[in-house]
Antibody
């Protein structure tokens, strides 16, 4: 079955760009949206945004100016970049798959059926 | 976008039923049936328990059920078991902006 693994540096300096990669194995990257979600220590989950395999993206308005999500179908990877990071960006970052849900009005991609184990990122000098 | 409102905690004894609420607005929870619920044990990734208000993915026990009334969705766990002790999060699709909104989470304790 499909598995996701988040990769990236565990430590990022303030004002720099946080870059993470989610590697997809055991399944297709096509026909799905792919989300990034984060969880600060001791706090709840926050949806960062998602990207369709063809490139269409949606972002959390609170992060939109600093976030870029992209899908590389040739490498079956999803990337996340968060610029100008501060201590508030310290969190466990998860990638997850959004499958299509069919309705008479079209397809919706909102729930996350497969999750990676997450990777911890600390922002500190 | 504001987070959906969940009670910070809930509890019940083994065998009992517990219901966790998730309140949003007419722009998200109340707008359609695109509500999902996740279970998260400490140090683990979240797990999908319910989607489309009341649908269970394969492998999720039927002790878990969902419902919705107006702007409030609910997750009910029947026949509580020790392994149900976890954090539970609701989400809703906010269609106007193609966003996903999380609730603040509810810590379920099995007494």
């Amino acid at each position: 079955q499909v598995q996701l693994e988040e990769l990236g540096p565990g430590l990022v300096k303030p004002s720099e760009t946080l870059s993470l990669t989610c590697v997809v194995s055991g399944g297709s990257i096509s026909s799905y949206y792919w989300s990034w979600i984060r969880q600060p220590p001791g706090k709840g989950l926050e949806w960062i945004g998602n990207s369709y395999y063809s490139g269409s993206t949606n972002y959390n308005p609170s992060l939109k100016s600093r976030v870029t999500i992209s899908v590389d179908t040739s490498k079956t990877q999803i990337s996340l970049n968060v610029s100008s990071v501060t201590a508030a960006d310290t969190a466990v970052y998860y990638c997850a798959r959004n499958p299509p849900y069919a309705t008479p009005y079209g397809y919706y991609y909102y729930y996350m059926d497969v999750w990676g184990k997450g990777t911890s990122v600390t922002v500190s000098s | 976008q504001s987070a959906l409102t969940q009670p910070p905690s809930a509890s019940g004894s083994p065998g009992q039923s517990v219901t966790i609420s998730c309140t949003g607005s007419s722009s998200d929870v109340g707008d359609d049936n695109h509500v999902s619920w996740y279970q998260q044990h400490p140090g683990k990734a979240p797990k999908l328990m319910i989607f489309e208000v009341n649908r269970r993915p394969s492998g999720v026990p039927d002790r878990f059920s969902g419902s919705k009334s107006g702007n409030t969705a609910s997750l009910t766990v029947s026949g509580l078991q020790a392994e149900d002790e976890a954090d539970y999060y609701c989400t809703s699709y906010a269609g106007r902006n193609n966003h996903v909104i999380f609730g603040g989470g509810t810590k379920l304790t099995v007494l």
